[in-house]
Nanobody, 125 residues
């Protein structure tokens, strides 16, 4: 599986962005997909994850209620809708996928097998 994240950019605080994660591979619908982010000088952190069928979603406390993860398996896409953006949301955002190796929806980096390149989100105050 190859992943391609896009949709980053510059937005004012309070604004919105939608990130997209495009995947290759016919079996993508069997994969859980997550979003992580890494701000300068900080470790990469979990943002959100969605189960293979979209039935389960989990969010980091810092983004819950503002971000929404969704997927369209027919289009082999996963989205991260980010609303009410704050300067502290600025980071490089990565999407990652895993074929349910751990039989649960993953939220830790090591639980993801495939990673895409990042897309930069900048939030001005």
């Amino acid at each position: 599986v190859q992943l391609q994240a896009s949709g980053g950019g510059l937005v004012q605080a309070g604004g919105s962005l939608r990130l997209s994660c495009a995947a290759s591979g016919r079996t993508f619908s069997n994969y859980h997909v997550g979003w992580f982010r890494q701000a300068p000088g900080k470790e990469r952190e979990f943002v959100a994850t969605i189960s293979w069928n979209g039935g389960s979603t989990y969010y980091a406390a810092s983004v819950k209620g503002r971000f929404t993860i969704s997927r369209d398996n027919a289009k082999i896409m996963v989205y991260l809708q980010m609303n009410s953006l704050k300067p502290e949301d600025a980071a490089v955002y990565y999407c990652a996928a895993d074929p349910d190796r751990y039989h649960s929806v993953p939220s830790r980096e090591y639980e993801y097998m495939y990673w895409g390149q990042g897309t930069l989100v900048t939030v001005s105050s």
